[in-house]
């Protein structure tokens, strides 16, 4: 039923996560800069790089097609969808019960191969390097979200986020379990995939032998490129969120109650916020682990995702 | 007479019409008229299979049509399934064949092609229909002949054909012969060889027979569904096969396979223990992950497909697996959700499958190449089709808004809630079944990506994809009956909800899946998940006309402008700088190095002069089938062997062969008379 | 102590425990390595002394502690010391690469959780049914001893072996009598002194310590 509170959650988490993806990227800019020693652009800088972009001619490379020109919003559109989807301030939300964790995951996946197919439509070597490389972390990441997902639904005997969300607010306990910690370690991981970070991505990069997704987006400029960059820090945005989500659900409003809505969107900020300045420090001391190197570490978390699955067996939780 | 009596006379005659005209009429109006009769025959099987989803039953027996056993035919929800889905396939490829066809050039509007085609989609279409060991085996075999010879009917052109059909007829009468062994082997020990009798004797039965007779059709039926390790002939099969069989044989013809496994399995042999079902989930994983493996790796584009369908009809036994997994630990209900799913996948394979063996066909048609190195730029040359194949390949890479998540989706939920389903076997089997799933899905991504990417976009690679040109219009119908299909098994398919209950009902499986018709929504025991197509479909088209929208708003100017790609300072990039399908498959054949053994040489040729300056670099990549180097090369080299030593009896000499007889007289009564 | 927290940090404790031993496969540091094992004598104290809180068993605590002390404080000391003598940081290349010995790992804790059945309802209860773990943590210590070529890294593998039996032990009879265990862990400190011998030797005859050059003994 549509209810004007579930709107109104929904409308709130979706303006909150377009405003703030920018941000997010900013503040991890600047957290990033201090530990350097450097001054930073100043958290707004994305924004500012956006506006820019935006104002530009629109460019359109020879022999690129409507993959190319479509690829853009496609990616920002499936990340306003994940944003939507995922109960990331309140459970009572009317998109929550069309689509569930899978369908979230799919979505995500859906933007990569986009994304991919954008980067081979300009026949040049470095958008088909991209896209190859992108659609071969792609694939491997795929087992250990499922995984992951699977370990997380058992619990709750159900993969819809909403259900999961609040089984584990009304059962602390599940958030201690071995399962859902290990499940959650694995996401954490699997996530630095797909947000193309540190160490399997670096986004600051344009060095042949090393970037997977500015090779795919290398030809974009002006206001699609302004998308490009839009879609990236949605999609991690969203993706912080979904984790935070789940690791601490505390604060996520599950009835229809205003002051629980208002409370929930501020603590999603401030999680979201701590989650994207913890991982900026951490990245200032990793490097990024070459490509052929890259399967280690997701086999690393497909073991640990399989490992919650079947600590969830033998350790009987609460 | 109701609808499906009707509906199968009519099939029944249509087929022998099309194979008459087929042979009879002059070549200017042989593709029309074998064509439009072949549609017939499909309409005919479409509507009889949509009329028995709604519930309907017939059965007839005709004990003067086939002498000794006579022929029984039935027809219920579960054949209704399979009929339908082979008639829909059928109708769309016979519209898409008139057009391939037109002209009356090329090996395909032969007498012959166009006489054995129509007879070929009639068995498509009645061998679900089939109601009796001796009746179901004479169809089985009719479809795999006449298939056989459409396999062949290039054979002139590429000297590869013939190898393909060699395989092709050795393996399916391979797979003849078991089948034919273990349904003899039921029916005698059953009591009767009608279905009926099979269903009602099935007890009489000792648990060693029956799982020997369920190995022994389940091998067949995997060997036909193009299952690991059985799956040799299906890549060389269905590539070489004119596309608009290609497209038949891997949209229809091999999920009668998995309509066996379900017939045998569930319905006359009553699901029978768990090792039965761990058997067929375990096949079924194996083909999912390896066949889309090679199908990453592959540069040819039908090999790529072919190889597809060994990963989704996988898929579909992994769905059939677990059915009969849950069935054994005591979850009905589950084991129905799971193959509902599995059947729904063969539908949505069937969809996006023949569509993307059309389109395949279309650009062979257009340009004479199925190397992807050798194609791209398509979407340019040839806008309808390179659509078209994008479809498809949305269906086949199991995302959303495909039709292939659908069902997907729908799996996925059945292997997450069999977890509660007591029992060690699927407390282990569960979760290496879900990853086996997801990396498949992972995998099925990349290859598309590539078959779109490298095989439509970009630039032209060779002059044959330069000189492209767009199919004509019966062709692009006869792909856009089928992109409807697609599409409407993307955004409803919850009208499906209640055939396949009754086809699940059908196979004897007492489960009735938890499954809610409009928007796909399961009621399980105590939350539901659900997934909305239609919403989703809508949502995301009101999320890109958002994203549209504030990039409008904000921009300043709006006329785009040309521009040179960035070429490093090194003048335009050609298209042969661009990735090809080998390179970019090349980071997974690297990740993937131990499971496919990839055969690599590099030849370095130095210029005479100096070894430091090189002339010329040549380098070579295959990617063998392994397990078909390994199970099946020396099989066959130990055939050959004792061939060869076995030709030292042919001596030549009159005398030796009369004394072989006379040897094999003599110990003959010697063994009788020692033996009483 | 109530029966949820008890269970809660039994599994927390075997959790972690099973963890540790599969980052061992996962690394490739030596230090690193070494520093894991160190970890996961950690997390095997608190499971002695949760079960001996449990049953008011004190011996069982004061056994749990020192198993502790020796898992994670003097054994991973010594092979430091060993480490920084020999001058090898890294296992360079195992005999099996570390994604497909991530992969074994997962088909090994499977394969343990199925073969413990038999053993888990004898007497289904939170500590019982933990025994797949110690299970899994043999196996992978076993594997490790097979694949890996460093001396260290051997070595791990052969302590992981041993914890896993411990924690089997632990688990399903509530610990082993004090003086066996007394003995057991003097065997392991032997067993270790003689290997860093053996390591140094090594390093001293053949400038390494993969193990592969010893075939240049059968000679």
């Known amino acids: 039923m549509l209810s004007g509170f579930g709107v109104v959650t929904l409308v709130a988490q979706v303006l909150l996560v377009v405003a703030g993806a920018p941000l997010l990227t900013g503040v991890m800019r600047q957290v990033r800069a201090y530990l350097e020693g450097r001054a930073g652009a100043g958290v707004l800088q994305p924004w500012r790089d956006v506006r820019k972009l935006l104002r530009k001619e629109p460019i359109t490379p020879t022999g690129t097609g409507p993959a190319f020109r479509a690829a853009p919003l496609v990616l920002v559109a499936t990340g306003l969808l994940v944003a939507a989807l995922v109960p990331l301030a309140g459970t009572v939300s009317p998109a929550a019960s069309h689509g569930d964790l899978i369908v979230v995951v799919a979505l995500l996946a859906l933007g990569t191969v986009t994304l991919a197919l954008a980067g081979l439509d300009t026949g040049t070597a470095f958008g088909g390097m991209g896209a190859s490389r992108e659609m071969t972390i792609a694939a491997l990441v795929e087992p250990t979200i499922l995984l992951s997902v699977l370990a997380l639904s058992m619990p709750s005997g159900s993969t819809s986020l909403a259900a999961i969300v609040t089984g584990r607010i009304d059962e602390p306990a599940r958030l201690a379990s071995p399962s859902s910690l290990l499940a959650l370690v694995a996401l954490a991981v699997v996530t630095l995939a797909e947000a193309g970070r540190l160490p399997v991505d ?61 409370l929930a969107l501020v603590l999603l900020t401030i999680k979201v916020t701590a989650l994207g300045a913890g991982l900026a420090a951490a990245e200032v001391s990793w490097a990024k682990v070459r490509l052929f190197r890259v399967p280690e570490l997701l086999a690393g978390s497909f073991l640990l995702a399989l490992l919650a699955v079947t600590a969830s067996y033998f350790l009987s939780g609460a | 007479m109701n609808t499906i009596s009707t509906a199968l006379a009519v099939s029944g005659a249509g087929a022998l019409t099309g194979a008459a005209a087929g042979l009879g009429l002059p070549a200017r109006i042989r593709s029309w008229i074998a064509g439009a009769l072949t549609a017939v025959v499909g309409a005919a099987g479409l509507a009889a299979g949509a009329s028995a989803l709604t519930g309907r039953t017939w059965s007839a027996s005709f004990p003067s049509l086939l002498p000794l056993a006579g022929v029984r035919l039935r027809v219920d929800a579960l054949s209704g399934l399979f009929m339908a889905v082979a008639g829909a396939v059928v109708v769309a490829v016979a519209v898409y064949g008139i057009g391939y066809a037109r002209g009356g050039h090329g090996p395909v509007a032969s007498r012959p092609a166009q006489a054995v085609l129509p007879l070929f989609a009639a068995t498509l279409v009645l061998v679900p229909a089939a109601s009796s060991v001796s009746t179901f085996l004479l169809l089985w075999e009719l479809m795999a002949l006449t298939s056989l010879l459409l396999v062949l009917v290039e054979h002139a052109e590429r000297s590869t054909v013939r190898s393909a059909g060699i ?26 060889e009608s279905f009926d009798a099979l269903r009602a004797g099935a007890h009489l039965l000792s648990p060693t027979v029956r799982g020997l007779v369920f190995v022994l059709c389940f091998a067949a039926f995997a060997s036909k569904a193009g299952a690991v390790p059985l799956h040799a002939w299906l890549p060389r099969a269905h590539p070489e096969a004119p596309s608009q069989v290609s497209a038949l044989m891997s949209a229809a013809m091999v999920n009668l396979g998995v309509y066996g496994t379900v017939r045998v399995g569930f319905d006359l042999l009553g699901a029978g223990s768990r090792w039965w079902w761990l058997t067929v989930l375990v096949t079924g994983a194996a083909s999912a992950v390896y066949g889309i493996l090679q199908a990453t790796l592959a540069t040819d584009l039908k090999r790529l497909l072919a190889y597809s369908t060994c990963e989704n009809l996988g898929l579909v036994f992994v769905g059939v697996g677990a059915a009969g997994l849950f069935h054994a630990g005591g979850d009905p209900a589950l084991a129905g959700l799971a193959l509902a799913a599995a059947l729904l996948h063969v539908v949505n394979h069937a969809g996006f499958k023949a569509l993307g063996f ?100 970009a630039r032209p690679r060779s002059p044959q994809a330069t000189g492209a040109t767009e199919s004509p219009a019966l062709m692009l119908t006869g792909m856009g009956l089928l992109a409807a299909a697609c599409a409407a098994l993307a955004l409803v398919p919850g ?25 796909l929504r399961l009621r399980l025991t105590d939350t539901s998940a659900a997934y909305a197509p239609l919403w989703l479909a809508a949502a995301l088209v009101v999320s890109l006309v958002l994203a549209g929208a504030g990039q409008r708003a904000w921009r300043r100017r709006s006329r785009r402008r040309a521009a ?52 010329r670099v040549r380098y070579t990549n295959r990617v063998p089938d392994r397990i078909e180097h390994r199970l099946y090369t020396p099989l066959l080299a130990l055939f050959a062997e004792v061939g060869s030593r076995a030709r030292r009896l042919a001596a030549g000499s009159v005398h030796v062969y009369l004394g072989y007889g006379f040897v094999g007289v003599v110990a003959l009564l010697g063994v009788l008379t020692v033996l009483k | 102590m109530n029966q949820t927290l008890f269970t809660q940090l039994l599994d927390l404790a075997c959790g972690a425990f099973l963890l540790a031993a599969v980052m061992v496969l996962w690394f490739r540091e030596l230090t690193a390595i070494v520093r894991v094992f160190a970890l996961q004598g950690v997390a095997l104290a608190p499971i002695g002394v949760l ?145 860093q011998l053996l390591a140094l030797r090594m390093q001293a005859a053949f400038g390494g310590t993969d193990l592969d050059t010893l075939r240049e003994l059968r000679d």
């Open chain 3, 51 to 195: 079960l001996g809180i449990r049953q008011h068993h004190w011996v069982l605590v004061a056994v749990a502690v020192g198993i502790g002390a020796l898992r994670a404080g003097l054994l991973p000391h010594l092979m430091r010391r060993a480490l920084e003598r020999s001058g090898q940081q890294r296992e360079t290349e195992p005999l099996v690469n570390v994604a497909a010995s991530l992969l074994l790992a997962a088909m090994l804790t499977l394969l343990a959780y199925a073969s413990a059945q038999p053993l888990v309802a004898l007497e289904p209860g939170p500590a019982s049914e933990a025994i797949p773990v110690g299970f899994a943590v043999v196996l992978i210590g076993f594997f490790t001893l097979v694949t890996r070529r460093r001396a260290v890294a051997q070595m791990v593998g052969f302590l992981l072996l041993d914890n896993g039996i411990t924690a089997v032990a632990l688990l399903a009879t509530s610990g082993v009598p004090l003086i066996l265990e007394l003995g057991v862990s003097f065997d392991l400190l032997l067993a270790v002194l003689v290997l």
């Open chain 1, 202 to 262: 670096n986004p600051s990069t344009h060095l042949e032998l090393t970037m997977v997704h500015e090779a795919m987006v290398l030809e974009y400029a002006g206001p699609d490129l302004a998308l490009i960059e839009l879609g990236a820090q949605l999609r991690l945005t969203v993706l912080l969120g979904l984790l935070a989500t789940l690791a601490v659900p505390w604060g996520i409003a599950t009835t229809t109650s205003w002051p629980a809505l208002l």
């Open chain 2, 358 to 457: 059309t389109a395949a066909g279309s650009v062979l048609r257009a340009t004479g190449e199925r190397n992807l190195d050798r194609l791209g730029g398509l979407r340019a040359k040839m806008p309808a089709t390179a659509s078209l194949f994008a479809l498809a390949a949305l269906g086949a890479v199991a995302l959303p808004p495909g039709n292939g998540f659908v069902s997907e989706w729908l799996l996925l939920q059945s292997l997450i809630h069999g977890l509660a389903v007591p029992g060690l076997t699927t407390a282990i089997v569960l979760p290496l079944a879900v990853a086996a799933i997801a990396l498949s899905a992972g995998l099925a991504a990349a290859a598309f990506v590539k078959a779109l990417g490298v095989g439509f976009f």
């Open chain 2, 167 to 192: 395989w092709y007829a050795v393996m399916t009468h391979l797979g003849l012969v078991l089948l034919l062994t273990g349904l003899a082997l039921f029916a005698a020990k059953a009591g009767g």
């Open chain 2, 564 to 615: 040179k790609l960035w070429d490093c300072g090194g003048g335009q990039p050609t298209p042969r700088m661009a990735y090809t399908a080998t390179s970019f498959a090349e980071p997974l054949q690297r990740v993937f190095d131990d499971v496919l053994a990839p055969e690599q040489d590099v030849n370095v040729t130095h210029v005479r002069e100096s070894i430091y300056l090189v002339e």
């Open chain 2, 495 to 519: 009208v499906l909800a209640d055939p396949l209950a009754r086809a699940v009902a059908a196979s004897r499986l007492t489960g009735i899946p938890p499954l809610t018709g409009g928007e």
